[in-house]
């Protein structure tokens, strides 16, 4: 690991400061020390934001729910409310990490986590999003893991979390403080970008700028489910995820609020596919026809072909499960 | 800086590169926790901070200021074994020993979760009170590998080491 300065900010305006000179944050620290040690990370400054007041699950004037950008993993997913108004979020940190990485890694980090792509987390490897202007090793390399969607000639990468997909089926908002004093707030299916030309930029995060909290909107109701297919039963990435809340309005979808991980450099939604399940009678040619929808502009690499049909199976089944069962 | 490691208060003045894992080892003389891969995939340094398991090597010594640790040297004593140390003796609970003081520190922490109705991913419900079966057993202890194999084992300990409480606590 490359040295740095440890430094703890005053208040959230001189973190603000210190990370607009370039400065690091950390919290959890469950992927940024695991990369500084690798040294795909090398920051010479370390704002430990631990103790800036950014804890707690509060309700909102509106019916949500704000989630302090510094509550940890675990203590969102045993949030008794989350668990009964927003199960699909429970659901989706239960499938990630292990009990000991949730329980120090924070709401605002895991948003912030970086790929696994093999090639950015290893610094003898050429990668466009570590060390622009580098190439991309994963293109004609090895790709199981790698992007279906939204990928460009200079990154193939994708967002390798689960709680963010929840999130976006959930219409979160991110709660962000700028260096000034001001805040925004960004939809969660904003906030990460595809890679482009700037794969280097993983979100719409600028220099300064430190995530206060997540804003969930009223409880959706319906029918909350996280499904995520991967290499083992425990402890592993997506290859292919989904989140969906679908509310039935008698035999007939009312409404289908999707969301994928392991498809692209961010969680991936489609408001065509949403759009073309409102309002119809469930089935598997239904289901098939958003399948297909989804999937028209998916492309393989090589050795992440299979995601393409394991994406429809999992759309498939998620479906099926949600609207009760169709055949 | 100061932390508390087993009840005892310990000072920090070293390079804020330190691991929390190397500074129990190296700083304090703790090697009962282990370094396996270093990286958050094995759980070998996994250890109790203000009683929530934690991977010790992806945590900074100077973060834990003013937080409580324990580690396997503060779990029992060699006379009188803590009910889950005496299980996994009893039920061969691995061969070479080097993830036992993990699992053991990460069993701790999952008998504390699941007291406090912590579901996981394979729990049906997401809301009921939490049984601790074999399959939870599996699950929650993911983060925990034995090289050895002494999985089943590690399960069959954990198990009578929850019914042993459960009937000391009755």
Known sequence: ?327 | MQLTINGTAHEFTGDPRTSLLDFLRDGCGLTGTKKGCDHGQCGACTVLVNGQRVNSCLTLAIMQDGHAVTTIEGIGTPDALDPLQAAFVRHDGYQCGYCTPGQICSAKGMLAEAANGWASFVSDNLEGQVELSAEEIRERMSGNLCRCGAYSNIVDAITEAMQAEKVGAA
């Open chain 1, 1 to 327: 690991m490359r040295p740095f300065q440890y430094m703890r900010p005053e208040g959230l305006d001189h973190a603000g400061q210190l990370l607009r000179d370039g400065a690091r944050p950390i919290a959890g620290g469950t992927n940024l020390l695991d990369l500084m040690k690798l040294e795909v990370e090398a920051p010479d400054r370390l704002v430990d934001i631990n103790r800036l007041p950014l804890g707690g699950i509060a309700p909102t004037d509106d019916g949500g729910v704000r989630i302090g950008a510094l509550v940890t993993n675990s203590a969102c997913a045993a949030d008794l409310q989350i668990r009964r108004d927003y199960p699909v979020l429970a659901r989706a940190i239960l499938a990630g990490a292990t009990f000991q990485l949730r329980n120090m890694a924070t709401t605002g980090g895991n948003l912030c986590q970086r790929t696994r792509c093999y090639y950015f987390t290893n610094i003898d490897q050429p990668c466009n999003k570590r060390q622009p202007g580098s190439g991309c090793g994963a293109i004609g390399g090895h790709n199981r893991i790698h992007a279906i969607l939204g990928a460009s000639d200079a990154c193939i990468a994708t967002y390798p979390g689960d709680m963010a997909v929840a999130l976006a089926a959930l219409h979160a908002d991110v709660e962000i403080e700028r260096p000034d004093g001001t805040s925004r707030t960004v939809p969660v299916r904003t906030f990460h970008r595809l890679p482009g030309d700037t794969p280097d930029l993983d979100n719409v995060l600028e220099a300064g700028e430190v995530i206060t909290a997540v804003i969930l909107p009223p409880p959706a109701g319906g029918t909350q489910l996280y499904r995520k297919v991967r290499d083992r039963s425990s402890y592993a990435f997506a290859l292919v995820s989904v989140a969906a809340v679908v509310r039935m309005d008698g035999d007939t979808i009312g409404s289908a609020a999707l969301a994928f991980g392991g498809l692209a450099h961010k969680p991936w939604h489609d408001p065509r596919v949403e759009q073309l399940l409102a309002g119809q009678r469930p089935s598997d040619a239904l289901f098939h026809q958003a399948a297909d929808l989804l999937l028209e502009d998916a492309e393989g690499q090589g050795e992440n072909d299979f995601k393409i049909p394991l994406t429809r199976r999992t759309l498939l089944a998620s479906l099926r499960e949600a609207t009760g069962g169709a055949a």
